[in-house]
């Protein structure tokens, strides 16, 4: 039977309504294709199982899953995303492959420090290139208009998130939002989320390998009525489905470490944009002090 999928989105619509249904192996494939789609447009068969950490035949298997003739026509589609309408981005991608491409700075010594730098900063660079062409405009937009509409938003992310969730806690608060972050203290993780309030949000910030806390606290919020937001990697995330809306932020990674660069800017775009709505101008609380203290001593 042929495939019916015919372009990269659609590639994605089918992954994400075969959740739950593909073998342990194929979700382990699929989310390395949605996770790396620029690698796999470009890679041989073997060195993308090599970087899934799959056999070979298990790409073929997943390909032929999806109804393809093979790896070659499942291929085809990515390579269509990469340089089909969008020859500038393709451009941009294939500058930063040329030299000390991503697999070889992985590869490298890691006790060289110059080659590893240069290897995060790439990365960095890989994601922010990606993300600037993919990321949901009218989701982000969603974002700050559901942040603007909340009482308080109350924050969930751990592990290797766990800075951008802080650092969000931080700039929201900054901007004039009340904002918490859900730290499951004494394992209070569902009684933090029952002490939120019937206009209050939850922001949930994961990415593979999805932490299980993360997870929970986002279906806890979803089931009790509260409006949740993600912050994630890919459709087959398993905060998706109980998130009224999602922007999907691709990391690239570098051996076990992965890029924050790309997830830190939008959540400051978000932050800003957010600012800006509730209220052009307005000092913050430091500056309110600091204006009233110049006023005092005059």
Same mark, same amino acid.
């Given at each position: 039977?042929?495939?019916?999928?015919?372009? /990269?989105?659609?590639?994605?619509?089918?992954?994400?309504?075969?959740?739950?249904?593909?073998?342990?192996?194929?979700?382990?494939?699929?989310?390395?294709?949605?996770?790396?789609?620029?690698?796999?447009?470009?890679?041989? $068969?073997?060195?993308?199982?090599?970087? !899934?950490?799959?056999?070979?035949?298990?790409?073929?298997?997943?390909?032929?899953?999806?109804?393809?003739?093979?790896?070659?026509?499942?291929?085809?589609?990515?390579?269509?995303?990469?340089?089909?309408?969008?020859?500038?981005?393709?451009?941009?991608?294939?500058?930063?492959?040329?030299?000390?491409?991503?697999?070889?700075?992985?590869?490298?010594?890691?006790?060289?420090?110059?080659?590893?730098?240069?290897?995060?900063?790439? *990365?960095?660079?890989?994601?922010?290139?990606?993300?600037?062409?993919?990321?949901?405009?009218?989701?982000?937009?969603?974002?700050?208009?559901?942040?603007?509409?909340?009482?308080?938003?109350?924050?969930?992310?751990?592990?290797?998130?766990?800075?951008?969730?802080?650092?969000?806690? /931080?700039?929201?608060?900054?901007?004039?939002?009340? *904002?918490?972050?859900?730290?499951?203290?004494?394992?209070?993780? !569902?009684?933090?989320?029952?002490?939120?309030?019937?206009?209050?949000?939850?922001?949930?910030? %994961?990415?593979?390998? /999805?932490?299980?806390? %993360?997870?929970?606290?986002?279906?806890?919020?979803?089931?009790?009525?509260?409006?949740?937001? *993600?912050?994630?990697?890919?459709?087959?995330?398993?905060?998706?489905?109980?998130?009224?809306?999602?922007? /999907?932020?691709?990391? !690239?990674? $570098?051996?076990?470490?992965?890029?924050?660069?790309?997830?830190?800017?939008?959540?400051?775009?978000?932050?800003?944009?957010?600012?800006?709505?509730?209220?052009?101008?307005?000092?913050?609380?430091?500056?309110?002090?600091?204006?009233?203290?110049?006023?005092?001593?005059?």
């Amino acid at each position: 039977m042929a495939s019916t999928i015919k372009d /990269y989105e659609s590639l994605g619509a089918e992954l994400a309504a075969r959740q739950g249904s593909l073998s342990r192996r194929l979700e382990q494939v699929a989310r390395f294709f949605l996770n790396h789609p620029e690698e796999v447009a470009i890679s041989t $068969l073997v060195t993308l199982a090599n970087h !899934a950490q799959v056999p070979p035949a298990t790409i073929t298997r997943f390909a032929k899953e999806l109804g393809f003739a093979g790896f070659a026509e499942l291929q085809a589609v990515f390579r269509e995303r990469l340089v089909g309408p969008r020859a500038p981005y393709a451009e941009r991608v294939s500058k930063l492959r040329q030299g000390n491409g991503a697999a070889e700075i992985a590869d490298a010594d890691l006790q060289d420090s110059g080659r590893m730098f240069e290897g995060f900063v790439q *990365a960095a660079v890989n994601s922010l290139v990606r993300i600037e062409e993919s990321l949901d405009r009218s989701e982000l937009a969603a974002f700050v208009d559901a942040l603007a509409a909340c009482d308080a938003v109350h924050v969930a992310a751990a592990r290797g998130a766990f800075s951008i969730g802080a650092y969000s806690v /931080y700039g929201l608060a900054n901007v004039g939002k009340r *904002a918490h972050l859900v730290d499951n203290l004494g394992a209070m993780r !569902a009684e933090q989320i029952g002490a939120m309030g019937p206009n209050d949000l939850l922001l949930a910030v %994961t990415f593979d390998d /999805y932490t299980p806390e %993360t997870v929970e606290a986002a279906k806890l919020a979803a089931a009790r009525g509260r409006t949740v937001l *993600a912050i994630t990697d890919n459709e087959l995330s398993p905060v998706v489905g109980v998130a009224s809306h999602v922007l /999907y932020v691709t990391e !690239a990674r $570098l051996g076990h470490f992965r890029s924050q660069v790309p997830a830190l800017v939008v959540c400051q775009a978000i932050i800003v944009s957010l600012g800006r709505r509730l209220g052009e101008g307005a000092p913050s609380p430091k500056m309110k002090i600091k204006n009233q203290k110049q006023k005092n001593e005059k």
